[in-house]
């Protein structure tokens, strides 16, 4: 029983930090993060550059793309989840910062 409910705590988090990540790729404001950058999970509606080592950086940006084809990301094999913004004009390529 312990064990299903940690799982299903871990996927609520999971979830959040989706819910999180796709709110902010969908803000109307350009994404300030580059290649390389490193990015805390969303706190508060936004995200913030951190240094790489830092505890809070949980994505790492693979890649930001000038267009709004997350297929793009596919060129990066350690990317685990690609955000387009509402406009579909800009794509964030994120990797895990772990």
């Known amino acids: ?3 299903r409910s940690a799982a299903l705590g871990g996927a609520a ?14 803000r109307p404001a350009p994404s300030p993060a580059k290649a ?12 913030k550059t951190v240094g790489c080592a830092d ?7 693979a890649a930001v ?3 709004g084809d997350s297929n793009g990301c596919d060129a990066y094999p350690a990317v685990i989840m690609s955000v387009v913004d509402k406009n ?8 895990s910062a772990k």
């Open 13 to 26: 988090v999971v979830v959040a930090v989706l819910a999180g990540v796709l709110w902010y790729a969908n």
């Open 65 to 67: 793309l000038d267009n």
């Open 88 to 95: 579909r004009t800009k794509t964030l390529c994120l990797d």
């Open 55 to 61: 505890s809070g950086a949980a994505f790492k940006v």
């Open 36 to 47: 390389g950058d490193c990015i805390t999970a969303p706190s508060a509606g936004s995200f």
């Open 1 to 3: 029983m312990r064990q």
